[in-house]
């Protein structure tokens, strides 16, 4: 879901940062002044996993589920094609998800190396908390599959999606085997490097 | 359009290449590092958001009219599924681009980046050509591209997109070009 993805881009940085703050504040203190090389590893891991994970997998959702990729808050998104100003919407969502891992990864290390890493956890748990409350109250717009219009004026037209309609849930799934296995990977070579 | 995104993705990183030739030629592995995570960053911010843009705004002008498919994704998880080839398209060429940069920079043959770049702009420029007709006459779907319903590609608002875009991306790339020379 859009509400998820671009602040999961962020978490994911600051979560790589906080398993690899031995090695991170390490090479920093070795570094003096300039940035070192854990900067930048850490980085290249937090922009590859947005860029290649997340984007990819929410633009998926988002050009085949449109009205339930956003549970439903703009009917914009399904009314891309061939309108200039609505078609920027999926852009702007693959540019925020970046920036997000880029503003996360910035955030962490400056805490990490400026003594306020007491800071990283609790951030990127909140944020993590908040999202899921924010998807929680728009209750039951995740579970049910159609249009923004259907949501908001039908509701009974919509399919739940444990009935699998058009095959989304395969398709979901797919998406979060490829999602969990990428960030497992990650995470178990920043736990590795540190 | 996806045939000329992907010459320009590897012109793309063929220019950074050159941007940051003093990095490359340093030997430091930080720098060269730094130069990689640029290029990724420069891809998934001012590459593959016009990608998807042109995708999901004008489907089959976007894949030339190659495939019908691409008009109707809605609620059909393979063929929505191309998202993922549509990003690669756009990531992974700049980082051959770049790669390839590095390479030729590290062998002393800096000369056959540029050579490089403006052999993928003359690339695009010649596919244009080719493909003059499809580029510059818009048909909103493959039916319509049968049925040779077209419009300009200079009307409003299709020929707005494209300019905010195309400042957007050769705007980005002088600016960066120029940034890591000077911080070379």
Redesign the interface.
Known sequence: MVQIDIPAAFISSMLFLDVGRTVVKREAKEAGEKR??AY??F??RS??F???VI??AG???L????GWEQIYWTERVEN?????????L???F??AI??GA?FGHVLGYYWLTTGREKLIRPTYLTLLVAVSVLVLVNYPSFTLMGTYQQYHHDPQAMTPVWEN????V??WV?VMVYFTAAFVYLLVKTIKEA | MLAIDVPIAVLSGLVLAEGGEKLIKSGD??KR??L??FA??Y???FI???T???F????AWEVNYMWEWVDD?????H??????V???CA?VPTFLGLELGGYLIRKGKEKWVRIGYIAMLVLTGLIILALYDMTFNVF?THEKYRAGESYSFWTF??V??WAITAAYFWGSLIVFYLWLKKRS
């Open positions: 070192p090389a930048y590893r980085l290249f922009v590859f947005a860029g290649a984007a990819p633009i998926y959702l050009a085949g589920w449109p891309v094609i061939f309108h200039w100003v609505n078609a920027m999926p852009a702007l693959v540019l970046v920036l880029y309609p058009y095959d989304f395969l398709g797919l | 592995d930080d590092l730094f990689r995570v990724l960053m891809a998934a911010i593959a958001p016009i998807v843009y042109f999901l705004g004008w489907p994704i809605l609620d059909k998880p063929r929505a599924g191309f998202a993922f549509l990003l690669a990531v909103s608002p299709f707005a997109g």
